[in-house]
């Protein structure tokens, strides 16, 4: 039985990634989250495979304990403090998740962990030089705290292999939705507003181009790179491959939904909204060995979906 820690379980990916796990008839999950902006409903609490334990991962006293008990052989960091207009708004605490980063990464050193997984964001590319954008070649030139915090982190998974040959895979994850998305991010948001007949509510001019990942794809490929040791000590985009605008995602949720909302305005982001965003994604298609969700797929699933629409 291996052992597997997911801090950050309770939110969008981290919750995803635990419902994926559970396939694995071998693997036991222990959960950590503080709920700061997860929510344990999204976590299965009642299965056999699963123990949650509510626990700041900031705070070395807290997770200490959890993992010199466990032992684990594997570590999914996926905790952080997330939300664009949320991170802008309280910056120091965005930058207190780099205390989180040294203590899992220094507990899993001392404890044996086999791999660490870094949850890292396309954040760290800040506006991009080159389309798509490339982990190699893409300089990381954001410097947000949100931004900042993860190619830290990045630096530190480096760090550590080269000093305690602790093994590490880097995920930048592009926009990834699914039914556990909170309405603090674009997909979910626009679509609840679509489905109340609300205004939906662009910042600056919807001109912004973004790819969009749905969930399982993004779980799909992260699950199998550790199954099969793929990208091992590397850095792997986790994103979708069509570009679309702002604008055009509103008009399209308007017209699968069959919605009566009006586009409105606002004004634009102070930081953090980048005028585009695509990943190179051949690494996670190389993974997976087929075609991807489409964006339009992937609002239908929504649209389906009990947790999400009932949310």
């Not at 900042?148 to 305690?164: D, I, M, T």
């Not at 409105?264 to 980048?274: A, N, Q, R």
Request: glycine letters at 6%; aromatic letters at 10%.
């Amino acid at each position: 039985m291996r052992k597997v820690l997911v801090t950050g379980g309770a939110g969008n990916v981290g919750s995803a990634l635990v419902e994926g796990l559970l396939n694995l008839a071998d693997v036991e999950i222990i959960v950590v989250d503080n709920l700061s902006t997860g929510d344990i409903r999204k976590v299965p609490v009642n299965h056999p495979q699963i123990t949650f334990i509510k626990a700041d991962v900031n705070l070395l006293s807290e997770i200490s304990q959890i993992m010199i008990a466990n032992r684990f052989d594997y570590v999914f960091h996926y905790a952080a403090f997330v939300g664009v207009q949320r991170t802008q708004e309280n910056p120091i605490r965005v930058m207190e998740d780099i205390e989180g980063i040294k203590n899992i990464l220094s507990l899993s050193k001392n404890t044996g962990v086999k791999r660490f997984f870094f949850s890292s964001s396309s954040e760290v590319y800040g506006e991009p030089v080159t389309i798509p954008q490339h982990e190699e070649t893409t300089p990381l030139n954001s410097r947000i705290p949100y931004a900042v915090v993860k190619n830290v982190g990045e630096a530190f998974c480096r760090s550590y292999l080269q000093e305690y040959g602790l093994e590490f895979t880097i995920f930048r994850f592009f926009n990834t939705y699914g039914p556990n998305q909170t309405q603090d991010f674009v997909m979910s948001k626009f679509i609840h507003q679509a489905l109340k007949n609300e205004p939906i509510t662009i910042y600056g001019d919807g001109s912004q181009t973004r790819t969009f990942c749905y969930v399982k794809d993004n779980v799909d490929a992260t699950i199998k790179a550790w199954q099969d040791d793929l990208f091992v000590n590397d850095v792997i985009n986790i994103g979708g491959a069509t570009v679309i605008t702002i604008l055009e995602l509103a008009k399209l949720i308007i017209r699968l939904t069959n919605s009566q909302s009006e586009i409105t305005f606002l004004p634009p982001l102070k930081d953090g909204d980048m005028t585009r965003r695509q990943p190179d994604n051949s690494k996670m298609k190389k993974i997976l060995n087929r075609d991807l969700v489409t964006i339009e797929e992937g609002i239908k699933k929504l649209l389906e979906d009990e947790r999400f629409v009932n949310a």
